[in-house]
Nanobody, 123 residues
């Protein structure tokens, strides 16, 4: 099994920045890639971005492209989501997850999920 722990969420004003972390432990050698998703109240969980465990194959949702950056610290088994120029529409619970399937944008391709971290952006 793989355990994931997110951190770094909080409240920020529009236009500000926040960095989320996702620390993986356990059978990390079995991970193909890591994804970030978010879920706002009353909405479905949506794809934010993905990075392969090797550090390549980085993809973003159109809504966050050019504002968010995914990176990985191999030594720490940690993936980061740098969020810049945030807007109130970015308010959601953010989750990281390990990918096993081929469609990086689908929740069905992910098996282990973190507990989520709340991000609230005020205008």
């Amino acid at each position: 099994q793989v355990q994931l722990v997110e951190s770094g969420g909080g409240s920020v004003q529009a236009g500000g920045s926040l960095r989320l972390s996702c620390a993986a432990s356990g059978r990390t050698f079995s991970i193909y890639g890591m994804g970030w998703f978010r879920q706002a109240p009353g909405k479905e969980r949506e794809f934010v971005g993905h990075i392969s465990w090797s550090g390549g194959n980085i993809y973003y949702a159109d809504s966050v492209k050019d504002r968010f950056t995914i990176s990985r610290d191999k030594a720490k088994n940690t993936v980061y989501l740098q969020m810049n120029s945030v807007t109130p529409e970015d308010t959601a619970v953010y989750y990281c997850a390990t990918r096993r399937g081929t469609n990086v944008r689908s929740t069905d391709s992910y098996d282990y999920w973190g507990q989520g971290t709340q991000v609230t952006v005020s205008s």
